[in-house]
């Protein structure tokens, strides 16, 4: 039987579900109100006689169909593929994926279908699912011509995919359970997403300073190496708005203290000067507790059967556990000023030598066992983690290297060891379908154009974070990571270029932040990803439909990032419709690939027609009552609006109070109408 919950979102169950599930341990309550505004659903594509469940020692299997033509996305954070449709999904959380398995650092049991239905199997065990992968025997008994491959033998011929043409199924196995909740989610791509993300509390809004540029230390500084580098990078004018301290601020971190380490020997006072230069400070840390913590003792009891790198495990299915580590992280460090952790190491990394993971066979007080807290494990230390700034009624925006299902309304972006750019441009496209956020962090770089590059993508990001932790000197002084460690920076006139190209870079993405401040508070409102790939705009545009490394970033612009591999030149598909160059200088009909050529400096971009695109002077500083110089770029001829959302950017009090919002609009005589600011503290009209 299939159950209505809310306008279009359905329930299906069998048997006896298990007690630990993401429906049971989520984050926020669904946002009703905004699901029962969305217009009437469209009819949900599968009924529950189209679904098969059989429950027995291996677990449950349910069967549903699948046609020929559709596609498939989702299953969380996937950097190796994009569509997977004909694959075989494994949804266990890896800290490694070097595989397309569907193994992720957050992979999450939903997925999204062409054939108009999103579909959460609620579990935390390593489900797996067959997206049309398999044929029922005796499908292929009329397929009965022989030997034809052999006749010009090649491999293509040999391992050409051999695709059911007429039924496929999806088959969902989920091991151990005796029983499983699905919810479906009804809509075309765009609409089931938000659905999803509206069902799971709906989207972040972060706080603005999480929106600026990031900038994480090396990780051998010490308390004055920190506040050196704070002040070059204001002396070199460079919009930074966070730093963050890596392992080295621990008194012991491979497992952690969370107590300083004596290279800090005032902590408080380095926050003071640091917030009073206008810098948020985050914290690198993971969950592994170390015997000499303060935390050890009272976690004890409250912790797994085994221990990571010598140190508990807590278990954040159990309230208590969530309490302790959340009251201590309160008292010592959020009250002290910290904004955000780096929520590390909780993706599993059991490919590697010695204890760095626990088994699945692991047992946990709460009564999870060590398969489900592996896959639970980020998105619970990251609620544990929210708790203090809940209680001090500040936001955050945080990192970290897990997450799960329902995770949306979570203020946590992942990142990734891997590097590879092109992969890390994809993960900015799948990550949108399962209301997940993710940076392309950038690290080392191979020469200045790998590092330009890199950071065009990352601006375009939900958090754009240069990650330094390995390097001394900030990499566009030094990118070789040998030569920064020796402090043998660049010659002084290659330095100076890079400098300034960097500083361009960092404060375009100033420039747009009351334009991506809005975007954010429109998922929060709708559901709709900030940041998402073309297909979830334009499906109705096949072409668009296999497109991973070309994006769009809020409302209007697509984003078209090169790598260094491209060597300036790259296609973009603009989508059907009118589309233009982001000076304005250029028009363009959608509906075809394009060849662009950039400089290293250069992003392309292109502005969708009938844009009005807010766009803020270069500041290099946020401070606690931020302004922006305004200007509004105007883009085609027709009627255009857009809204500029404005609150403290700090507090939760938006929850409650909601925003101010302020739209501009151009009619359909071309004149554009700008609404008086007077009340706005936050912006105004450049003259
Ligand atoms: C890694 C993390 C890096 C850095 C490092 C410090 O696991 O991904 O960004 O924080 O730990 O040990």
Redesign the pocket.
């Known amino acids: 039987m299939l159950q209505n919950l809310a306008n279009g979102i359905w329930k299906i169950s069998w048997g006896e579900p298990e007690i630990h599930t993401p429906l049971q341990h989520r984050p926020m309550p669904p946002a009703a109100e905004k699901l029962q505004a969305l217009p009437a659903a469209p009819p949900l594509p599968l009924q529950a006689a189209d679904f098969d469940c059989q429950i027995n020692r291996r677990g449950v299997t349910i069967r549903l169909p699948m046609g020929p033509t559709e596609d498939i996305y989702g299953f969380g954070l996937q950097l190796l593929s994009f569509n997977h449709a004909g694959k075989k999904r494994h949804i266990k959380v890896n800290?490694d994926p070097r595989i397309d398995t569907g193994e992720s650092h957050a992979p999450v049991p939903f997925y999204l279908s062409t054939a108009g239905y999103g579909l959460l199997v609620d579990s935390y065990r390593y489900v797996t699912f067959y997206m049309g992968t398999s044929t029922d025997r005796g499908a292929s008994s009329a397929e009965t011509a022989v030997n034809q491959q052999h006749q010009e033998f090649s491999e293509d011929a040999l391992y050409a995919l051999k695709r059911s043409k007429e039924i496929r199924h999806v088959i969902i196995e989920i091991p151990v359970a005796q029983g499983a909740d699905l919810y479906l989610f009804a809509g075309n791509l765009q609409q089931a997403v938000c659905r999803y993300n509206l069902f799971s509390g709906g989207g972040v809004v972060p706080p603005l300073w999480g929106l600026g540029n990031w900038y994480?230390v090396y990780?051998g500084s010490d308390q004055t190496q920190v506040l050196n580098l704070a002040r070059q990078l204001r002396d070199e004018a460079m919009p930074i708005t966070v730093l963050g301290l890596?392992?080295g601020w621990h008194s012991h971190?491979?497992s952690c203290t969370y107590e300083w380490s004596d290279l800090f020997p005032q902590p408080e006072r380095m926050i003071q000067q640091l917030t009073a230069e206008n810098y948020q400070l985050n914290l690198?840390e993971?969950a592994y507790v170390y015997p000499a913590s303060p935390l050890y003792s009272a976690l004890k009891e409250h912790s797994g059967s085994y221990e990571v790198w010598h140190g508990l495990v807590p278990d954040f299915a159990d309230p208590l556990a969530r309490q302790i580590f959340a009251d201590y992280h309160k008292t010592h460090l959020v009250d002290a000023g910290i904004a955000g952790f780096?929520l590390?190491?909780c993706d599993n990394?059991d490919n590697n030598p010695s204890n760095w993971g626990f088994p699945d066979s692991a047992a946990f007080p709460s009564g999870m066992d060590g398969e489900q807290m592996h896959n639970a494990l980020g998105q619970l230390y990251q609620m544990t983690l929210l708790q203090p700034f809940v209680q001090a009624k500040r936001r955050t925006l945080s990192q970290v290297?897990s997450s799960g299902a329902l995770a949306t309304g979570l203020p946590y972006v992942l990142?990734?060891?891997l590097y590879d750019h092109k992969e890390f441009i994809r993960g900015l496209c799948t990550a949108a379908f399962s209301g997940l956020l993710w940076t392309p962090?950038v690290?080392s770089c191979q020469d200045a154009e790998d590092l330009l590059r890199r950071l065009e993508t990352v601006i375009f990001s939900p958090l754009a974070l240069l990650?330094c932790?390995?390097i001394p000197n900030p990499p566009w002084q030094q990118y070789d990571i040998d030569l920064n460690l020796q402090h043998k920076l660049l010659a002084k006139a290659p330095r100076q270029a890079l400098t300034a190209a960097v500083r361009k870079i960092l404060q375009l993405r100033l420039r747009l932040l009351p334009y991506l401040y809005s975007a954010f508070v429109d998922y929060y409102l709708s559901g709709r990803p900030p940041i998402r790939p073309l297909v979830l705009d334009f499906e109705t545009d096949p072409e668009t439909h296999s497109i991973d490394d070309a994006f769009m970033f809020g409302p209007s612009l697509l984003v078209c990032p090169l790598t260094k591999a491209d060597q300036g030149r790259r296609k973009v598909y603009l989508p059907v419709g009118t589309w233009y160059s982001f000076d304005g200088a250029e028009r363009y009909d959608g509906g075809q690939w394009l060849q662009v050529t950039a400089a290293a400096d250069e992003i392309p971009l292109f502005v969708r027609d009938n844009t009005l695109l807010p766009l803020a002077q270069p500041v290099t500083q946020l401070t606690d009552q931020p302004s922006f110089l305004l200007t509004v770029q105007s883009y085609g001829q027709g009627p255009a609006s857009c809204v500029l959302y404005e609150d403290d950017f700090v507090s939760l009090d938006y929850q409650q109070q909601g925003f101010k919002a302020y739209t501009v609009s151009r009619t359909a005589d071309g004149s554009v109408h700008y609404p008086d600011l007077g009340a706005s503290h936050a912006y105004s009209w450049q003259a």
Do not use: I
């Open positions: 800290s994480r990780g890596e392992p971190s491979y690198w993971h780096k590390d190491e990394s290297r990142y990734s060891d962090e690290r990650n932790w390995r």
